[in-house]
């Protein structure tokens, strides 16, 4: 595999990243080498439709899934207002999030339908 450089970075954008799409195309044709997508986070689903289309083979995609499960144990904590929130409690909603982050992530790479 080839990790190289086509528009995308870890973690979080500070501005749209612009791909360069028809360049995984080139280097998957003059290397033979699947290419390797540097973090994908924020990027849209046809984003990475398009990218696996062109020849990425895998992609590292964590950032935006920490920060959804984040996202989720605020949310939470927020609605527990005065309440007792517990560790466990602050795990499994991270985890319930990321589950389903992932679940709608793999869903898109492998261009299947969400059941």
Not at 69 to 74: I, N, P, Q
Not at 94 to 99: L, N, V
Request: positive net charge; charged residues 25%; aromatic residues 10%.
């Amino acid at each position: 595999m080839l990790a190289c450089s086509f528009g995308t970075v870890h973690g979080i954008y500070l501005k749209a990243p612009k791909l360069d799409v028809d360049r995984i195309k080139v280097i998957l044709e003059k290397t033979g080498k699947p290419v390797v997508m540097h973090g994908g986070s924020g990027l849209s689903d046809e984003d990475f439709r398009r990218c696996i289309q062109n020849g990425v083979r895998k992609i590292n995609f964590y950032t935006y899934a920490a920060k959804f499960a984040g996202d989720a144990v605020r949310e939470h904590v927020s609605e527990a207002g005065d309440g007792n929130v517990y560790f466990h409690d602050i795990a499994t909603w991270g985890m319930e999030s990321m589950k389903k982050t992932y679940i709608h992530t793999i869903s898109v790479f492998s261009n299947l339908k969400e059941s």
